[in-house]
T-cell receptor, first 116, second 112 residues
């Protein structure tokens, strides 16, 4: 299994541009999440999904959109990039639930985004 | 706001020594998880402890949980240079195991 894959690995945007960060998993996980990691801030949850067709907001959702049309894919869209969105973005997936190790999240390698 | 707060922010030890990292949190949890992140890489799950457990072991890792104090500790015994990484605690407060709140992490450096 490839696990959780993310593309691109690195992206430079100008303020106001839009783009989509791709995330895919081949583990048949129901739950998928997007986090951003800023220096000294740990990871913060942007959006998450508990299954195809179901998404919800996390701690810092403003400026981002998500959709979940398939179990495998969970793209994150930046609508109009701002310098404050410069960060490292991680996608994660899990089976979901509260038992049997289903809570363990598997992370992708991350996408480094620089907004000028 | 960060649910988990970790202490210390940075820790430097010699190979063979033990490393202890602490995590405090604010609200009731389903479980608490520890993750490791090597520089420039994604996070890797290390160990999970449930709210009704007090101690758990996995290899050289020992995790404790004190729900009355809302705190947890991660002990790495007989550390190796390869253990150099950032370590994060994450609390799961959701109803379905999908919402993790991470601490700011402890940067561990193990000197050979």
């Amino acid at each position: 299994n490839a696990g959780v894959t993310q593309t691109p690995k690195f992206q430079v945007l100008k303020t106001g541009q839009s783009m989509t960060l791709q995330c895919a998993q081949d583990m048949n996980h129901e739950y998928m999440s997007w986090y951003r990691q800023d220096p000294g801030m740990g990871l913060r949850l942007i959006h998450y999904s508990v299954g195809a067709g179901i998404t919800d907001q996390g701690e810092v959702p403003n400026g981002y959109n998500v959709s979940r049309s398939t179990t495998e894919d969970f793209p994150l869209r930046l609508l109009s990039a701002a310098p404050s969105q410069t960060s490292v973005y991680f996608c994660a997936s899990s089976y979901g639930g509260l038992a049997g190790g289903r809570e363990t999240q598997y992370f992708g390698p991350g996408t480094r985004l620089l907004v000028l | 706001s960060q649910q988990g707060e970790e202490d210390p922010q940075a820790l430097s030890i010699q190979e063979g020594e033990n490393a202890t990292m602490n995590c405090s949190y604010k609200t009731s949890i389903n479980n608490l998880q520890w993750y490791r992140q090597n520089s420039g890489r994604g996070l890797v799950h290390l160990i999970l402890i449930r709210s009704n457990e007090r101690e758990k072991h996995s290899g050289r890792l020992r995790v404790t949980l004190d729900t009355s104090k809302k705190s947890s500790s991660l002990l790495i015994t007989a550390s190796r240079a390869a253990d150099t990484a950032s370590y994060f605690c994450a609390t799961d407060v959701g109803t379905s195991g999908s919402r993790l709140t991470f601490g700011e992490g402890t940067q561990l450096t193990v000197n050979p």
